[in-house]
């Protein structure tokens, strides 16, 4: 498949479809058994190591943070960042709405494990220290699964408005989470069954199409949020 620079692209699939797989093959925490991954027409192998984790950032599902301060935490995306830049990544996150309630706002503490955190707000933090360096490429590998549905809605709109230019790649387990992009992947036991839209895909492929109707079905019974 192909991805044009400053798409949003979502990848959907069962769990254990290859999900994950596919989307570490891009900042080569896997190489390929076979087959080329290309960026801006170059191969992958042939581009350096600093080179490639400058033009690719990834914010993973289970968020890590570090002990020290917010602002040491959000640094790692990007050593040089200023105030502005820790505030606009943070807005990006919508987690300014809790940083900016501290009194030493960006000089707060992260204690061990970020123990004093939710998931919600590590989640958030995560987010934005993937996109405080403005990186080419974005991966978010369900790294919005623990944010309420307003909140993702907002992430996304953020990420739409501030990014423009930023290829973004969004794992989902809900399909809600990538009706919008501009083109959806969908796999099936570690193969690319089907790619569209989410309107294209709803008419012509039968394996979004059952995730779709299985997860509007959980909805209906609360079981998942809208």
Same mark, same amino acid.
């Given at each position: ?6 798409? #949003? ?10 999900? +994950?797989?596919?989307?570490?093959? $891009? ?14 027409? %170059?191969?992958?192998? @042939? ?14 599902? =289970? ?26 990544? +943070? ?5 300014? &709405? ?6 030493? &706002? ?15 707000? %590590?989640?958030?933090? +995560? ?25 993702? @809605? ?20 809900? $399909?809600? +989470?990538? #009706? ?26 039968? $394996? ?11 909805? =209906?019974?609360? &079981? $998942?949020?809208?």
């Amino acid at each position: 498949f192909k991805v044009k620079a400053g798409e #949003m692209v979502g990848i959907v699939g069962a769990t254990g479809s290859g999900k +994950s797989t596919l989307a570490q093959l $891009i900042p080569r925490l896997y190489d390929p058994s076979k087959g080329t991954i290309k960026i801006g027409g %170059k191969d992958l192998k @042939k581009i350096g190591e600093k080179s490639l984790r400058n033009t690719v950032s990834m914010v993973l599902q =289970k968020a890590i943070l570090f002990s020290g301060t917010i602002a040491s935490n959000l640094r790692q995306g990007k050593e040089d960042a200023t105030d502005y830049e820790l505030k606009r990544a +943070s807005e990006i996150a919508q987690a300014q &709405e809790f940083v900016g309630q501290y009194p030493d &706002e960006f000089d707060h503490e992260v204690e061990e494990r970020s123990a004093n955190f939710s998931g919600g707000q %590590k989640q958030r933090l +995560s987010i934005a220290r993937g996109v405080i360096g403005q990186p080419p490429i974005l991966i978010l590998d369900d790294s919005t699964s623990a944010l309420d549905a307003k909140s993702e @809605k907002l992430v996304q709109e953020a990420l739409e408005h501030d990014l423009k230019d930023t290829t973004t790649v969004i794992i989902a387990e809900k $399909i809600v +989470s990538v #009706m919008n992009a501009d083109k959806i992947l969908v796999l099936d036991d570690g193969k690319l069954v089907a790619e569209g839209t989410h309107e294209e895909l709803l008419k012509t492929s039968p $394996i979004y199409q059952d995730i779709y109707r299985t997860q509007k079905a959980k909805e =209906k019974r609360g &079981e $998942i949020d809208e």
